[in-house]
């Protein structure tokens, strides 16, 4: 069973779910009315990192489970937990100001690259 890899893809999405919850309190906060996305800047940060979660979800949970399912749950886990440590600092780095973003986005890139070699050695290693 592949329980710590579960964990970490139900805290990827509680992430989520909070970050659009920041999203909501960013448009009441800056006076952006539904369905406008545009019209202040720093609310425009927040829905942005909610955004690129989004995007960032599948390119991230595939290789989370194919690397837990062919090479290791408990490091497939241990390095979707640094996934989520670098969409945090985005979040928090993105929001202050744009240029801030790129530590958590770095750190969180890597940590992709990293599942997506770890589910290809799996991979071959199964074959």
Request: hydrophobic share 55%; with cysteine; proline share 3%.
């Amino acid at each position: 069973m592949l329980h710590y890899t579960a964990a970490v893809t139900l805290l990827a999405i509680a992430l989520y779910f909070f970050l659009a919850t920041r999203v909501a309190a960013a448009r009441r906060k800056y006076g952006v009315k539904q369905p406008a996305t545009t019209g202040n800047l720093d609310f425009e940060r927040v829905f942005r990192v909610h955004v690129n979660t989004l995007e960032w979800l599948p390119t991230f949970l595939v290789p989370l489970w194919l690397c837990a399912i062919y090479l290791s749950d408990a490091g497939a886990a241990a390095v979707g937990l640094v996934w989520i440590v670098g969409r945090v600092l985005y979040y928090v780095g993105y929001s202050a100001a744009v240029e801030k973003r790129l530590p958590g986005f770095f750190i969180q890139t890597i940590a992709v690259f990293l599942l997506l070699i770890g589910a290809v050695v799996g991979l071959v290693r199964h074959w």
